[in-house]
């Protein structure tokens, strides 16, 4: 008996619909704008932007949709209940760009946000080490050597 209830508690999860997180809506619209930061870049229209929901820290679903002929975009019907955040990505020129982490505040149904984007380079020119260290560690029988270097680019370009 004990094993039928399990096998039938079995079934009866694997029938749940798998994104019924993913499928609830609300009222909270989130909209922004992909700048070139580039000067005399490349057009930011027709790009895709996709937006990550996260329930509790967990991505529970992913959208997609292009810019507009100025790089701007609207996602709307968002959950605005504090535990969901949302987060835009696009990639661009062989690279990925993120904005910072969205989520309503209490009666808060628009946010709005901007992510900087660059074109790319493959010219190692503008790229400078600022600050570098060495660090040794003496431990039992030997020396353990470890390098640290910060790196900056002082073009208006990504180099990949």
């Not at 790009?47 to 100025?70: F, G, P, R, S």
């Not at 959950?79 to 904005?99: G, V």
């Amino acid at each position: 008996m004990t094993k039928r209830i399990a096998l039938m508690v079995i079934i009866s999860i694997l029938n749940l619909p798998a994104f019924a997180i993913a499928a609830e809506t609300g009222d909270g619209i989130i909209e922004g704008r992909i700048i070139n930061g580039t000067e005399g870049g490349s057009s930011v229209a027709n790009q895709d932007i996709i937006l990550k929901t996260y329930l509790n820290d967990d991505e529970v679903n992913t959208n997609t949709i292009k810019t507009d002929a100025d790089g701007q975009f609207i996602f709307g019907e968002l959950p605005t209940d504090s535990s969901y955040s949302y987060e835009i990505t696009i990639t661009f020129h062989e690279t990925d760009y993120y904005s910072r982490r969205l989520s309503f505040d209490a009666g808060e149904i628009t946010k709005s946000v901007e992510v900087t984007i660059y074109d790319s380079t493959t010219s190692d020119e503008a790229i400078k080490v600022a600050t570098s260290h060495t660090v040794i560690y003496v431990e039992p029988d030997s020396l353990r050597v470890e390098e640290y270097f910060l790196f900056i680019n002082d073009s208006d370009r990504t180099y990949i």
